[in-house]
């Protein structure tokens, strides 16, 4: 017999699941649209030259490409996996995003603010709160350099925790330009500072001795490899107390000490980071966002401010973004700013699972006001009657669509998670009446359909005795 589990690294979403992923990207599209941003969807397939180069060396190497079909593939004469496959899943939602900008600008405003939530895939390997198949929550802009569009992306993505009920979140915020000159100052060249980059990334998740370890495998000298690592440890302070109440003083004992050392005064990625700091201030945002130094953000096509979101226990983010304005260049082939955030749903899920953060009408509601149950199958066209009915006022309804004693059709009514039954028998048949049962309660009365109004208001507060 095949094996029934689903591939690893993907899920099956049951009932519960679908509702607790609702109800999270319901928040996240009401709050998204709140600030301005309309909807955008992209096919989950993309052509693979349109994806290759845009992510790193690493990057590429998680896309999942698709093989050529018939005569395209050519097995014999194939040299690399490229030659195989001339088309790919999207690995996330950014590089479609500018593929259909460039693709689509003169139909677009010169602002174009997105929202896109949409499945992605990764040929990574799976852990707690990763997949192979996940879903994405972006919202980004395109066309403008000023700093307050990143200000309004930390806003709204801050809007969007602190409504499902996150209040330790903390914003941690870096920029590229900064650390670059922060690797050149160390004696790291331009030329070597994305390697030093995606090193620098898995900070979080290999710690210290191991990054170096990787500097070195990539060819760094090991005392230049220090030197930085020292520098950004120095200026990250302590990382234990990222909390959000220490935020404001370490941000600004930070940009005091850079702004005074004449290697960084006049460095764009410090003025670009102390605007985003300040009119954060009035913001949701506000005392949330902490200077990084360490945060890299290894994705190649990132070039300003970049950010990702902690909580205390979960070891990896909620969520990250960053500035980009050389990647839609790259298909327009002139240059277009562009900034965005993308929310991980799947880590939000497992946090507020862990957490117990679902509001209850979220795990006990299964949608269904009222299931109309037989005890004869001749009661099937009044069933059919009082449900078309029920509809008619607003109320979902569902036919069980088999018959027997009371108390067999209740148990099935109760595991349809049905708020209400409207039980038909012989003589409610016949005086075209049925009962109406609260199945939380167990209260219940005898109507009819001229009793709507009354129908109405018990199945939104409940029937009397």
């Not at 709140?34 to 060396?57: M, R, S």
């Not at 690493?58 to 093989?67: D, T």
């Not at 993308?342 to 497992?350: A, F, N, P, T, Y």
Request: with cysteine; hydrophobic share 40%.
């Amino acid at each position: 017999m095949s094996d029934t589990r689903p591939a690893r690294g993907t899920r099956d979403f049951l009932p519960l699941d679908c509702r607790r992923r609702d109800y999270v990207i319901g928040i996240i599209r009401k709050i998204y649209s709140l600030y301005g941003y309309q909807p955008l969807e992209t096919p989950a397939i993309e052509n693979l030259d349109v994806l290759l180069g845009k992510y790193g060396e690493e990057g590429n190497q998680l896309i999942f490409r698709i093989l050529k079909r018939g005569e395209k593939l050519d097995l014999q004469n194939a040299e690399s996996a490229n030659d195989l496959a001339d088309l790919a899943l999207r690995y996330d939602l950014t590089v479609p995003l500018a593929r259909v900008f460039a693709n689509y600008e003169s139909k677009l405003p010169r602002l174009f603010k997105r929202f896109q939530i949409q499945p992605v895939w990764r040929a990574d390997r799976p852990a707690r709160g990763r997949f192979r198949e996940f879903f994405q929550c972006d919202v980004d802009a395109v066309g403008s350099e000023s700093v307050l569009v990143e200000v309004e992306l930390l806003s709204a993505v801050s809007d969007v925790l602190l409504e499902l009920g996150f209040t330790d979140f903390v914003i941690r915020i870096n920029h590229r330009r900064l650390l670059e000159e922060l690797a050149f100052s160390a004696g790291i060249k331009r030329e070597e500072f994305p390697q030093a980059a995606i090193a620098l990334d898995k900070l979080d998740k290999i710690g210290r001795d191991n990054v170096a370890a990787e500097l070195a495998d990539r060819g760094f000298d090991q005392k230049v490899a220090n030197d930085f690592l020292q520098l950004l440890e120095a200026l990250l302070g302590d990382k234990n107390d990222a909390s959000v109440n220490t935020n404001e003083h370490f941000n600004s004992s930070a940009m005091e000490f850079l702004s005074g050392n004449p290697l960084f005064s006049e460095s764009k990625g410090l003025a670009d980071l102390k605007n985003i700091l300040e009119y954060s201030n009035y913001t949701s945002a506000s005392g949330r966002l902490r200077f990084d130094p360490t945060l890299a953000r290894g994705l190649a096509y990132y070039t300003g401010s970049i950010f990702e979101i902690n909580v205390p226990d979960l070891s990896g983010s909620l969520g990250g973004g960053g500035r980009y304005d050389n990647l839609i260049g790259m298909f327009s082939g002139k240059k277009i700013p562009a900034c965005g955030f993308s929310l991980g749903l799947e880590r939000i899920l497992v946090v507020m699972e862990e957490r117990s953060m679902f509001p209850d009408e979220v795990l006990h509601d299964a949608g269904l006001d009222a299931v109309i149950l037989s005890m004869d199958e001749r009661f099937y066209d009044w069933a059919l009657i009082i449900a078309d009915n029920l509809r008619a006022f607003g109320f979902s309804s569902s036919v069980y669509p088999e018959f027997g004693k009371p108390g067999k059709l209740l148990r099935a009514a109760d595991q349809l998670g049905a708020r209400f039954a409207c039980i038909i028998g012989e003589e409610e048949y016949n005086n075209h009446k049925f009962v109406v049962k609260n199945l939380s309660t167990g209260s219940q009365q005898i109507a009819g359909l001229e009793d709507w109004t009354q129908i109405i208001q018990e199945l939104s507060t409940g029937p009397e005795n």
